[in-house]
Every structure is written in structure tokens, then in C-alpha cells.
């Protein structure tokens, strides 16, 4: 089992979600982050006319474990889905998952997901 972490554009997380579910995957942890890369923030101007620089910036953090054997495509679609071809449009990053539990029937491995 492989887990997928996403961080990417706020706007674009209902087509995301949209598109794992076309692979059948329908449970993921979905959280509002801040954080800063290439992108670097930008300056706004604030009430009292003074620049502000604002480098931290808002994103969504999507987290999925998936079978091995989806992993390739999965990562595919989710590029396919979220690139705008600009500054910020994200990261994915994968990591091993050893076993999953599901507490409720006590199921291991990938039925547990």
C-alpha cells in the first residue's frame, strides 16, 4: 500500500475528489494548510495603505492510501486533474504504508481501506 499526500490549489479540490472516486477511492483526509515554495507569496496593501508580504500561502493537503498497483495511474490523473502549468499549482508526495487497520471490523491490509 502506497500513501498518496497531495498539497495543492483550494479551488481544485472538487474536481480531485471527483476524480479518485472514479477509482473507487472515496475515503481521504482533506485539510486547509498554509505554506510557501516556489511561489513565494505575494504583497498586498492593507486598509491603512501599507504593504504587507504575505508568504505563507493557502493550499489543501489531500491524503489517500491506495493499492500498489493504482499508484502510477492514480498520480497521473491527480497531475492531469490539478496543473495549470503556473507557480503553485502543488506537490505530491508517496510513502509506504505497511499495514492499515479498520477498527470497526477489525479488517488488515488492503481490505482495510
Not at 496543473?83 to 477498527?103: L, P
Amino acid at each position: 500500500m502506497t500513501k498518496i499526500e497531495c498539497i495543492l490549489r483550494p479551488t481544485i479540490i472538487s474536481q480531485i475528489k471527483d476524480v479518485l472516486a472514479a477509482f473507487g477511492i472515496n475515503g481521504m483526509t482533506v485539510t486547509e494548510v498554509i505554506g510557501c515554495g516556489f511561489q513565494k507569496g505575494h504583497t498586498d496593501v492593507a486598509n491603512w495603505n501599507t504593504e504587507l508580504n504575505i508568504n505563507l500561502m493557502p493550499k489543501t493537503k489531500v491524503e489517500i492510501v491506495v493499492p500498489d498497483s493504482a499508484v502510477d495511474e492514480i498520480i497521473k490523473t491527480i497531475i492531469k486533474t490539478a496543473k495549470t502549468g503556473e507557480i503553485g499549482d502543488g506537490k505530491i508526495f508517496t510513502s509506504s504504508i505497511n499495514n492499515a487497520y479498520r477498527i470497526r471490523t477489525e479488517e488488515s491490509g488492503e481490505t482495510a481501506i
